[in-house]
Nanobody, 124 residues
Framework: QVHLAESGGGSVQAGGSLTLSCVVSGDGFSRRCMKWFRQAPGKEREGVAQISGGSSTYYDYADFAKGRFTISRDNTKNTAYLQMNRLKPEDTAMYYC????????????????WGQGTQVNVSS
């Protein structure tokens, strides 16, 4: 069993920054794909960013995230991060982290393990 716990959400003015954290319990964190999703009220869930596990690390970002968001991980802390800069009101959503052995495409949501989410509110 794997457990994920997000933190770091909150309320911020447009143009501000937040960094989300996802702490993972269980074995093999360094080998796992870590992914951030978000879902706004009345909107479909969408992939935000993902980072692969293993020795050959690669990254994927949604178009809206490129240049503003950075996904990273600290394998010594079993933690993944999503640094979000220059936030916009349309970034308001519940943000979830998820993990699986493989990342697949950014749109892939068939991840077996999910956190409870952390709310991000961006005001204009």
């Amino acid at each position: 069993q794997v457990h994920l716990a997000e933190s770091g959400g909150g309320s911020v003015q447009a143009g501000g920054s937040l960094t989300l954290s996802c702490v993972v319990s269980g074995d093999g964190f360094s080998r796992r794909c870590m992914k951030w999703f978000r879902q706004a009220p009345g909107k479909e869930r969408e992939g935000v960013a993902q980072i692969s596990g293993g020795s050959s690390t690669y990254y994927d970002y949604a178009d809206f995230a490129k240049g503003r968001f950075t996904i990273s991980r600290d394998n010594t802390k079993n933690t993944a991060y999503l640094q979000m800069n220059r936030l916009k009101p349309e970034d308001t959503a519940m943000y979830y982290c998820a993990t699986d052995e493989w990342c697949g495409t950014l749109a892939n949501a068939n991840f077996p393990y999910w956190g409870q989410g952390t709310q991000v509110n961006v005001s204009s």
